[in-house]
């Protein structure tokens, strides 16, 4: 059973940074694209930003420019997501999500395999 699950969310300052991270189980995660998404309480669901097979990195959100990273471990199956200099508007549920290959422009159609998500709160 392909299985991706997130970790590493929680309360951050703002300003302050977390890692979330997304270990597969089930397939092996080099034959994936690993997007994360984001989804802030009555809000719609947001493309941050897709690591591809191959390490190409396609980035959906403007907001995070500049503050967020994308990466992949293969040799321990898990991709990161580093997010720095967070702000209040950070806030949501984090998701990953694994595709063939990361698309040119945000869609969460091609993804599969969606996580539980870790829940970021960035409040003072």
């Known amino acids: 059973q392909l299985q991706l699950v997130e970790s590493g969310g929680g309360l951050v300052q703002p300003g302050g940074s977390l890692r979330l991270s997304c270990a597969a189980s089930?397939?092996?995660?080099?034959?994936?694209?690993i997007g994360w998404f984001r989804q802030a309480p009555g809000k719609e669901r947001e493309g941050v930003l897709c690591?591809?097979?191959?390490?190409?990195?396609?980035s959906y959100a403007e907001s995070v420019k500049g503050r967020f990273t994308i990466s992949r471990d293969n040799a321990k199956n898990t991709a990161y997501l580093q997010m720095n200099s967070l702000k209040p508007e950070d806030t949501a549920v984090y998701y990953c999500?694994?595709?063939?290959?990361?698309?040119?422009?945000?869609?969460?159609?091609?993804?599969?395999?969606w996580g539980q998500g870790t829940h970021v709160t960035v409040s003072s």
């Open positions: 999500a694994a595709a063939n290959d990361c698309p040119y422009y945000y869609s969460y159609l091609p993804f599969g395999s």
């Open positions: 089930g397939f092996t995660l080099d034959e994936f694209a």
């Open positions: 690591i591809s097979k191959g390490g190409g990195i396609t």
